[in-house]
């Protein structure tokens, strides 16, 4: 399934301007096969299970198209991982995510480092310790989706969503989610001095040019979703 | 009584699971007692008292089980620095929180390194900056407490996550909140590094692979609680 | 415009309290002049636009009093970066927030690095890439600011706030102010070490025992607002 999703995530990402990432039934994710971690399948196959997880949930971040997470039901230890590792992620008011890990002997050690950078640090270590799932409500409040909707209109606004990324540059659209990635790690006089040369850098791209040029003349901008640039 | 504080959390805790911290009467913590900071104390003095006040909420996250803060009144200083270093905090809907010291003309520098830590920083500076106390529901909205129940609900709501944490084994819990204090401190991809390799350590203990037998085997895990690991 | 806002909030600077940020007509600042940011102005005019943005952004964090802003209507691209910027944000209930660069083709990268340390990521994430606005509950339930009043009690609300901190000392505010945001960049345990000395320094201040002996002595402190030190 790993697997399936790193290649999936990286096959003809060139045609690509945004992703969408959910799941058909009542379960997003439950996360990993329990199976698969019992001591019979050893020490070396454990560690490439969890260093394939940390990639595929890495890429997501660094794919240069915005991936939505879409999420209709329940999203537990590394499926609520991948909720967390999205760019952006709307939720039906009936979904409802976990990190039960604990439970089973587990710590959702892996699962921490996305939900740790995405809801305050009592709410983890309530849902880890615990293992208690938490709403959708719950999750909006705290930062680990950016939208809950009615179970009803959850594909029509996630596509709402989407169909306004596609009006957008997509070079610019890349350049500003590499940009915001790094900036987070930075210092903030640090991020400043990488931004400030970013914003230059996006003002002579074509498509920088075109998006103002076109905002000054009251029309709608006609983009060429490269990277060639003007002087 | 941060000397106190400091020998009962580390007192018989090889025989613990968890640790609720609550208070008798209106007031959780005032916290420091205000003339042992009078200029006749001495400047030495003073470098004591707020070093030894530093490790003690230091050691609560360094501490190998869970420690919950029980709020039902008001909380307030190095009072509410103690709830926002716990790793969760449960308050009664009529509690209250705040960083006072500005109006005695001793900011809350050290309280604002927990508080800092925990609500966003307009909530943290507003607070800091003017003194006056946030409700229990805005400690909940900003992250400084996990959750908010009826006053008369406060204790046994509190035992009720405290029991669900007995549920688990102790030596995996251990290893999860040391594990989770340790990466959040980390850049992502160094988190992943960390984590992956205490998930395969996880595993190898007894208690991580009797977790997964019996949820495959739908029975209860009996725990060893120990370090044992198994090949 | 940022010229004159960098010069203005340095004048008399030693008479200030507190800096309240407002603005006349229904806009509280919609960023930069799109004019300015066309290829014809060049690249190195492009880069210092930038640069003294920047510069002005970090300065409302440096300065030695709190910064106020007061947002009663829309504050757009750098004008939102304005408002994350601030110490404290106090904005009308009919107040709305956004970062919509993308839409011209210049992504919010500047703004991001205000806005990214204010709101969770996926909410920073999905005002970025689809240029929506937010409205002042999902402002304050998102941490860009620190309260929400009806649009009348705006100038009340925001001025209460200013009078409360002019009751303090200039002086325990100012040490309090430098070293919050020095702690936060720092890993918990150096922020202690920072703190615990500046709580002792903030002892040794003639405000830091004038404020003790006061509350001891149930009386009005009276603030020098200076730096000099008792022993």
């Known amino acids: 399934m790993l ?6 995530l990286t096959e003809d990402l060139d045609k690509l301007r945004v992703i969408i990432l959910t799941a058909n039934g009542p379960v997003f994710s439950a996360g990993h096969d329990l199976k698969e971690l019992t001591s019979k399948e050893g020490r070396e196959y454990h560690m490439k299970v969890f260093q394939l997880c940390s990639e595929v949930m890495s890429m997501v971040q660094d794919l240069p198209v915005p991936v939505i997470a879409e999420v209709s039901g329940l999203a537990t230890a590394a499926g609520c991982q991948l909720v967390a590792s999205c760019d952006i992620a709307v939720a039906s008011d009936k979904a409802r995510f976990a990190t039960p ?3 089973v002997g587990l710590f959702c050690s892996t699962p921490a480092v996305a939900v740790g950078r995405s809801v305050p640090r009592k709410v983890a ?6 293992g208690h799932p938490i709403s959708a409500q719950e999750a909006l409040q705290h930062g680990l989706v950016s939208k809950v909707v009615p179970e009803e209109e959850l594909k029509d606004q996630t596509m709402s969503i989407a169909r306004r990324i596609c009006e957008t540059s997509r070079s610019v659209v890349a350049l500003g989610k590499a940009t915001f990635y790094a900036q987070m790690n930075l210092e903030r006089q640090e ?4 931004t400030s040369k970013v914003m ?3 003002l002579s791209l074509g498509d920088g040019q075109e998006g103002i040029k076109a905002f000054i003349e009251k029309r709608k901008p006609t983009w060429s979703h490269g990277n060639k640039t003007v002087h």
Chains 1, 2, 3 share one sequence.
């Open 125 to 130: 270590m309530e849902m880890l310790f615990t």
């Open 191 to 194: 991020a400043y001095r990488l």
């Open 101 to 103: 890990g604990v439970s």
């Open 3 to 8: 697997g399936t999703l790193q290649s999936k």
């Open 200 to 202: 230059v850098e996006n």
